[in-house]
């Protein structure tokens, strides 16, 4: 098996991390941030009105609208407007999904993404997940796994075809990279998870819940939940809708994903304990896994040194993927 883990020892700075607009022109962009920043809730009106849609069938009739370039772009799935981000370029395209209840514009992850894969000509694509930021929808009665997965495939398949693809998925986007990436087999070349929060629902969040708090959800369908250095609105639907996507039950190798996988993780998560991503390599099919535990690492994992190897992870996936031109006469 060529799966293995490498820690990294890191001399960690006082200072936190701002994200700031993709403007740079900088070598290795730098990302100063504060943890306030990263901890500032969303604004109410993210939270727009609740949308018609189904979140079953990855089919083209499902999805209107012309795919645009550029940033704040938006695409009609499912009968909803979903917001997104995207730069053609040279393949394979990353596609970047967010962590939890995260809007695109409080990422520093996507704006050094973006920058990067500018610099290298590389295309990127970037999603803000229904109910979350500019996208529409409720977040607390209709945002689930199923709608976020399906919305991804149909997304990608909208905006960048048959292109081949790189997922970069940070918290809760690595859990969706490996539903897309298992849908998607043949179109999705490699995976990077940031502090992937695969199974969270389940694992970490109902077990921590109180009486009180676990009643609550039952009766007003929602609760406001302190976790790590930040606090999230969590909806009955998604606890309930998120059992079916549940992937770590299974035995060795029972995901069937057989990509290159790069896996990052901070030893100092206070969100997700960096053995979940231990016991994610094991359930990974693919021979090609690597994991990287960074010591005193938060869950953000927004430090320049962090954001560099995210991004030097997505170099390694995307540079294993070949493909042959036949067409040519000297191609043999």
């Known amino acids: 098996m060529n799966a293995f883990i490498h820690t990294i020892p890191v001399t960690r700075a006082t200072s936190f991390h701002r994200s700031v ?21 969303l604004s109410p009106s993210c939270l727009a009105a609740p949308a018609p849609g189904s979140a079953s069938a990855n ?17 009609e799935i499912d009968g909803h407007k979903l917001a997104y981000d995207y730069f053609p370029g040279s393949g394979p395209i990353v596609v970047f999904l967010p962590g939890f209840f995260y809007s695109r514009w409080r990422q520093a992850k ?3 993404l973006e920058i990067s894969a500018k610099r290298k000509g590389q295309g990127i694509l970037v999603e803000e997940y229904f109910g979350i930021g500019r996208s529409e929808g409720d977040f607390i009665k209709k945002g689930t796994l199923t709608r976020w997965i399906s919305d991804t495939v149909k997304l990608i398949k909208a905006v960048v075809g048959d292109e081949k693809v790189v997922i970069a998925g940070a ?12 849908q998607l087999p043949k179109q999705v070349v490699g995976l990077v998870g940031v502090n992937a929060s695969v199974d969270f629902t389940e694992d970490l ?34 606890l309930e809708d998120a059992k079916q996507w549940l992937v770590m039950r299974g035995e060795k190798g029972s995901l069937d994903v057989t990509c290159p996988v790069r896996l990052l993780h901070g030893m100092a998560d206070e969100e997700v304990p960096p053995e979940r991503t231990l016991q994610l390599l094991d359930k990974i099919r693919s021979s090609d896994v690597v994991a990287e ?29 070949y493909e042959y031109d036949l067409t040519s006469p000297s191609s043999g």
């Open 205 to 238: 969040l109902w077990p921590s819940l109180t009486s009180e708090q676990k009643q609550e959800i039952e009766v007003t369908g929602s609760v406001n939940l302190p976790w790590g250095f930040r606090s999230y609105p969590i909806g009955k639907a998604l």
């Open 59 to 75: 089919t083209s009739s499902d999805v209107e609208a012309t795919p645009s370039t550029g940033h704040d772009c938006r695409i």
């Open 171 to 182: 918290g809760i986007g690595g859990w969706i990279m490996l539903h897309v990436a298992m």
């Open 21 to 41: 607009a993709p403007t740079t022109t900088r070598c290795r962009p730098q990302l100063p941030s504060r943890r306030a920043y990263r901890a500032a809730h």
């Open 110 to 112: 996507a704006n050094y």
């Open 293 to 321: 535990m960074i010591k005193y690492a938060d869950h953000a994992l927004e430090d320049d040194d962090d954001m560099r190897r995210m991004w030097d992870a997505v170099c390694d996936v995307s540079d294993r993927y």
